[in-house]
């Protein structure tokens, strides 16, 4: 049971750069989110899909896209990096309310640096 | 707006030592509160507090939520070298599905 999987788990990319973070899960949980990670400040919500073919914005939407054409994969799109993009992204995942859901599972991150 | 603070930012003990991490919440709709532990890598789940009480883990984690003064508290006694992490606080608001996190508590136990 492999749980959530990102990949890459490093990158570096150029000033202007696009590049798509991966996500999977193979729970067939509901719920997906993306999460930055900078220091001093926790995790912050970019993204988040309550199902396939529904996504949202959260705290920190600029600069990124997600789809959600299936439940078990979640992928974030840079579309032009910019060094305030340098940071740890993490990829959860969620059953949904009705499921007795907890708390959310955590892939173990990417950690992207923009130059 | 959605607030969480936790609170010390940091804190160093030796083992053995019991501590009280604090996390203070302002959230719309209020549904949960979560506790989690990030070492290296990725947060792992500890609690997930519903109701004002306590609830316990593992014999020596238990954790208060006072839904009345919007806090909750995360005991550690007895703490051991591998309770040195970050500790996040995230309360669970109207969207069932999104977590507005803490900056986290860095607990450091020395030996």
């Known amino acids: 049971n492999a749980g959530v999987t990102q990949t890459p788990k490093f990158q570096v990319l150029k000033t202007g750069q696009s590049m798509t973070l991966q996500c999977a899960q193979d729970?067939?949980?509901?719920?997906m989110s993306w999460y930055r990670q900078d220091p001093g400040m926790g995790l912050r919500l970019i993204h988040y899909?309550?199902?396939?073919?529904?996504?949202d914005q959260g705290e920190v939407p600029n600069g990124y896209n997600v789809s959600r054409s299936t439940t078990e994969d979640f992928p974030l799109r840079l579309l032009s990096a910019a060094p305030s993009q340098t940071s740890v992204y993490f990829c959860?995942?969620?059953?949904?309310?009705?499921?007795?859901?907890?708390?959310?599972?955590f892939g173990s991150g990417t950690r992207l640096t923009v130059v | 707006e959605d607030k969480v603070v936790q609170s010390p930012l940091s804190l160093v003990v030796h083992e053995g030592d019991t501590v009280t991490l604090n996390c203070s919440y302002e959230?719309?709709?209020?549904?949960?509160l979560l506790w989690y532990k990030q070492e290296k890598k990725a947060p792992t789940f500890l609690f997930m507090l519903?109701?004002?009480?306590i609830e316990k883990k593992s014999g020596r984690l238990s954790s208060i939520l006072d839904k009345k003064e919007l806090f909750s508290i995360l005991n550690i006694t007895a703490t051991q070298t591998g309770d040195s992490a970050v500790y996040l606080c995230?309360?669970?608001?109207?969207?069932?599905?999104?977590?507005?996190f803490g900056s986290g508590t860095r607990l450091l136990v020395r030996p």
């Open positions: 959860a995942s969620s059953q949904g309310p009705g499921q007795g859901a907890k708390g959310y599972t």
């Open positions: 729970m067939n949980h509901e719920y």
């Open positions: 899909s309550v199902g396939a073919g529904i996504t």
């Open positions: 959230v719309t709709n209020f549904r949960s």
């Open positions: 519903t109701s004002s009480g």
């Open positions: 995230a309360p669970r608001g109207d969207s069932s599905y999104k977590l507005i």
